[in-house]
């Protein structure tokens, strides 16, 4: 059996036309990904086997902590952190302290229905947390980042970002001592700026409204920018509907790594202040 075949010429302004189709698909998919920038599956992934654990704890008083490095290097590891806290208040407690680099509370949304099922005793949760945003720069990068995760980490290998330094690092020594809190403010507003309560994420309307229909109790907590930051670093609005707890403690610049994260003299002064205020808010039932 013989086969004919024609050779059939497409016109260029058809091969013009498909382009732009194509164009525009993509330009549509990345402008909605840019709009609301799913979380990274690998940092749920990451989190999934601590988030188990923690959820078949039983007869212990449960706490999760969430927030960003700030939160990582002011607080001790969550192992540590649970023999302090159950030797404080006399009853095994449980705390699981997840956090991210320049995180938005967003990032955690893949881990809320277990957040939620865990049904924790208290939720601690970082003032800034509640109203930061992210940039259009930072949203490109992340946007970036989630199409690299999403489609081509499988095929590299490998992970975008490595999530055991966003749980367990908290060394000075990749910090810059000698930055000044001129860069550090800079480097903060490049990728993240604070919204009006009013126009706080929607993610964090909802987590928070989760909270209250489940009757998880929830406790803001502040961490102090260092005295050499203080009147120029960025901070969030007073929460008018929550209360934040703030240590009045005076740090000074020696107990800090750079101009906002703690070191450890710094972790050890805020660990004590934020063991007492758990203690207060759990004797008072939240």
């Known amino acids: 059996?013989?086969?004919?075949?024609?050779?059939?010429a497409i016109p260029i302004s058809t091969w013009l036309f498909s382009l732009f189709l194509l164009t525009l698909s993509a330009g549509y998919f990345y402008y909605g990904l840019l709009s609301d920038i799913p979380p990274l599956s690998e940092f749920a992934e990451y989190n999934q086997p601590?988030?188990?654990?923690?959820?078949?704890?039983?007869?212990?008083?449960?706490?999760v902590m969430m927030g960003d490095s700030r939160l990582r290097y002011a607080t001790p590891l969550s192992e540590d952190f649970s023999v302090i806290l159950?030797?404080?208040?006399?009853?095994?407690?449980?705390?699981?302290?997840?956090?991210?680099?320049?995180?938005i509370l967003?990032?955690?949304?893949?881990?809320?229905?277990?957040?939620?099922?865990?049904?924790?005793?208290?939720?601690?949760?970082q003032q800034e947390m509640l109203t930061k945003?992210?940039?259009?720069?930072?949203?490109?990068?992340?946007?970036r980042r989630f199409i690299e995760s999403e489609y081509f980490g499988s095929i590299k290998g490998e992970t975008v970002f490595d999530q055991e330094k966003f749980q367990v690092s908290?060394?000075?020594?990749?910090?810059?001592?000698?930055?000044?809190?001129?860069?550090?403010?800079?480097?903060?507003?490049?990728?993240?700026?604070?919204?009006?309560?009013?126009?706080?994420?929607?993610?964090?309307?909802?987590?928070?409204?989760?909270?209250?229909?489940?009757?998880?109790?929830?406790?803001?907590?502040?961490?102090?920018?260092?005295?050499?930051?203080?009147?120029?670093?960025?901070i969030p609005q007073d929460e008018p509907v929550f209360y934040t707890a703030r240590p009045e403690y005076n740090f000074s610049d020696s107990q800090y790594?750079?101009?906002?994260?703690?070191?450890?003299?710094?972790?050890?002064?805020?660990?004590?202040?934020?063991?007492?205020?758990?203690e207060k808010k759990l004797k008072v039932g939240g």
Not at 119 to 125: E, H, Q, R, Y
Not at 176 to 188: G, I, L, N, V, Y
């Open 1 to 8: 059996m013989s086969f004919l075949y024609k050779k059939i």
């Open 50 to 63: 601590r988030m188990n654990q923690f959820h078949s704890g039983n007869e212990v008083v449960k706490i």
């Open 86 to 103: 159950s030797k404080q208040l006399h009853v095994p407690v449980q705390v699981l302290r997840l956090t991210h680099d320049m995180a």
């Open 106 to 125: 967003k990032d955690f949304r893949g881990l809320f229905p277990d957040i939620y099922d865990a049904k924790p005793d208290l939720i601690v949760i």
């Open 133 to 143: 945003k992210r940039t259009l720069e930072s949203r490109i990068y992340y946007a």
């Open 170 to 234: 908290m060394g000075c020594g990749v910090m810059r001592k000698s930055e000044t809190a001129e860069e550090r403010r800079d480097f903060f507003l490049k990728w993240a700026y604070f919204s009006s309560i009013q126009e706080r994420p929607q993610t964090v309307t909802d987590f928070l409204s989760e909270l209250g229909h489940l009757g998880i109790p929830l406790l803001v907590v502040s961490i102090p920018v260092s005295p050499k930051g203080r009147s120029i670093f960025p």
């Open 257 to 278: 790594c750079d101009v906002v994260h703690l070191n450890t003299k710094g972790r050890n002064v805020y660990t004590a202040w934020l063991a007492a205020e758990l």
